[in-house]
């Protein structure tokens, strides 16, 4: 939009000048109106001849990308708009990396014909990552749209001050400080798991979306209770994140009707009238779609507004403690206090940071939780291996031992199980970024404003990474053939998972997300078997921020007793 703007008033002052140059030198050519009228339709046909070469000219024969391979039949106008729509997420760019002969980065045409880009290759991938990650911005559009949920934190920053913020924020998730948080993580795992069933009504008749894509309900009830397995993975991580990041339990595990968990359910639950609110926003005006009187954007406001000043009330909150309690200030070491204590952030700049980390902080896991049972209850004997190594080496959720970091981190199975998950469904399938001024990549230099398509979706399941079985569940990638585990999944380099990003704006949250993770599924999958209730072309990814399971993770959940 800036862009646009500056054209616009580019045009405008070229105009006026030619306006007042015909007047000068061919007075005989003045229309009625004087200047003012000339100057107009000066504006108009400049415009139009600068949408002209910008939209078809420039495109098809300056671009200096657009002889890069990149997919066929790519709408004249519209470009790739419409692929962004399709689902699950980015699905079009895995067939056209695994499919389009390329040597690390491709090309095609997005909206109005502005250049994209899609790095492929790991040395495409380490420039715009590694090497160069500041010549590139998220375009303002999605900042100013997901500014609203995520807030004016970490994510969203660009340029000196997410290199301020990282750096301030670093020390927080140092491995040492995630270790210490295990026993906490491996309590609320154990609280949901022995939650799940005692607050379900085993006699109450499942919704019909429970069955979805099926005739007919089944008519032989296996036991168990059939459950949004969803809503539970989201009130967990909820709380986790409150405990560890904010130094409060929210209590959402025993409190579904918590407010805060309401707002933040009713803002992520992908729907189909919040998806075409999303895409209007990013291809109109945002202030024009705003004005429209539509609940949708009453609705989205008023949780906006909730949810900062849920934020700002708890950090001034935090502060007047520490001022007030000495002994409190020295013991609290949840992350929030630390940036209190640190005295480097106001108070408005932390309550973005507080919204960044409710939001991310437990949104992302709760999602890739909810698909490590999806694709267990697809594959039963994994599902077993999983439980048996569990039982074997962890205490019952019901005997209240605490559990350490090792205990986890050495379950080979536990952990390739989580790491598969992670590659398969990362929970951002695609990142957009625009450069911001003329940049090198892969001897070429890119134009301002290209966007760069980064897709973790795609890149984690690409064959050139991952072989002709990149898209099947595999967790025997991660243990090596002595039976301990791996970091790569075989791949042969760094580059061929990007879930969490690389370079210095990866996630900051990447070990806490993985050992939060793998505790909540142990505790999970060691107390039940689960099975899928409806049809599996119903589970498809979706979501206006992550990629959660469209219309829910239903399951059924069914205790195995001997734990």
């Not at 001050?161 to 301030?168: A, D, P």
Request: glycine share 8%; with cysteine.
């Amino acid at each position: 939009m800036a862009r646009l703007r500056d054209h616009t008033i580019t045009i405008l002052l070229l105009s006026a000048l030619e306006g007042i140059l015909i007047l000068q030198l061919l007075p005989q050519l003045r229309p009625t109106g004087g200047l003012g009228r000339l100057a107009f339709r000066l504006f108009l046909a400049n415009f139009g001849l600068v949408i002209l070469y910008q939209w078809m000219i420039w495109p098809f024969f300056f671009n200096p990308l657009r002889k890069l391979p990149g997919p066929k039949g790519i709408n004249l106008f519209l470009g790739s708009l419409f692929y962004q729509f399709e689902r699950p997420p980015a699905e079009h760019l895995r067939k056209i990396v695994n499919n389009v002969p390329n040597d690390g980065l491709l090309y095609m045409r997005g909206m109005f014909n502005q250049p994209t880009v899609i790095p492929t290759g790991p040395e495409t991938l380490k420039t715009i990552l590694n090497d160069n990650p500041y010549d590139y911005q998220k375009p303002s559009k999605f900042i100013t749209l997901l500014r609203r949920i995520l807030g004016d934190g970490l994510i969203l920053v660009e340029g000196d001050v997410h290199r301020f913020q990282r750096k301030h924020l670093l020390p927080s998730f140092q491995v040492k400080h995630i270790r210490a948080l295990y026993p906490m993580f491996w309590a609320k795992s154990c609280e949901v798991a022995n939650s799940m069933l005692t607050e379900s009504d085993p006699g109450a008749a499942p919704p019909p979306e429970a069955f979805a894509g099926l005739s007919s309900p089944p008519e032989k009830n296996n036991g168990g209770v059939v459950l949004e397995f969803g809503q539970w993975c989201m009130r967990s991580t909820l709380d986790i994140i409150g405990i560890a990041g904010l130094g409060r339990d929210f209590d959402s595990l025993r409190n579904p009707d918590d407010e805060l968990q309401q707002r933040y359910h009713t803002v992520l639950e992908p729907d189909k009238k919040k998806l075409f609110w999303f895409a209007l926003q990013l291809i109109f005006p945002q202030r024009l779609v705003s004005a429209i009187p539509w609940h949708i954007n009453t609705q989205i406001n008023e949780i906006q507004q909730y949810l900062y000043n849920f934020a700002r009330r708890l950090v001034e909150t935090r502060r007047e403690l520490f001022e007030k309690d000495k002994q409190a200030k020295e013991t609290m070491n949840d992350i929030i206090s630390l940036l209190v204590k640190s005295g480097d952030f106001s108070d408005d700049e932390l309550a973005h940071q507080t919204l960044t980390m409710m939001s991310a902080g437990h949104e992302t896991t709760s999602s890739t939780l909810s698909w490590c049972c999806y694709l267990l209850a697809l594959n039963p004997e994994i599902q077993k291996r999983v439980r048996d190594e569990v039982r074997a080496n962890l205490p019952s959720p019901h005997s209240g031992d605490t559990i350490s970091a090792a205990q986890i981190d050495n379950l080979p199975v536990l952990n390739a199980v989580c790491n598969e998950t992670t590659r398969l469904y990362p929970t951002v399938p695609v990142t957009i970024r625009e450069a911001i001024k003329p940049t090198p990549l892969h001897g070429y230099t890119l134009p301002t404003g290209t966007v760069v398509l980064l897709s973790p979706w795609a890149i984690n399941r690409c064959e050139h990474f991952w072989g002709k079985d990149a898209s099947e569940f595999k967790p025997e990638r991660w243990i090596n053939p002595d039976g301990t585990g791996n970091n790569t999944g075989g791949a042969e380099t760094n580059y061929a998972l990007l879930t969490f990003l690389h370079g210095p704006r990866s996630c900051i949250g990447q070990g806490f997300a993985r050992s939060e993770l793998k505790c909540l599924l142990a505790a999970v999958v060691g107390r039940y078997e689960f099975e899928l209730t409806k049809k599996r072309k119903t589970y498809f990814p979706a979501g206006l921020v992550t990629s959660k399971p469209d219309g829910g993770m239903w399951l059924r959940m069914k205790e195995v007793e001997g734990w």
